[in-house]
């Protein structure tokens, strides 16, 4: 089972909202190119954007702290 440290995730974010959209976004895409290229895997992508982002594969925009 894979498991998530989300203090080791969120470590350096600002937003928790905007890690969460980060993920869920990033994980949507994996799966659109997962479809067109008609690759079967058992890798779930919202846990291959989460290391993504854990390893610093992915940056996220986060907003400014007036928009917060």
Do not use: C, W
Not at 11 to 30: C, H, N, P, T, W
Not at 52 to 62: G, Q, T, V
Request: charged share 35%.
């Amino acid at each position: 089972m894979h498991r998530v440290n989300v203090d080791e995730l969120f470590e350096g974010k600002q937003s928790k909202y905007a890690l969460v959209v980060g993920v869920a976004k990033r994980a949507r895409q994996i799966t659109q190119t997962f479809e067109e290229e008609k690759i079967v895997t058992e890798d779930k992508p919202v846990l291959l954007a989460i290391d993504e982002i854990k390893n610093h594969e992915l940056n996220l925009l986060e907003p400014d702290e007036d928009e917060l």
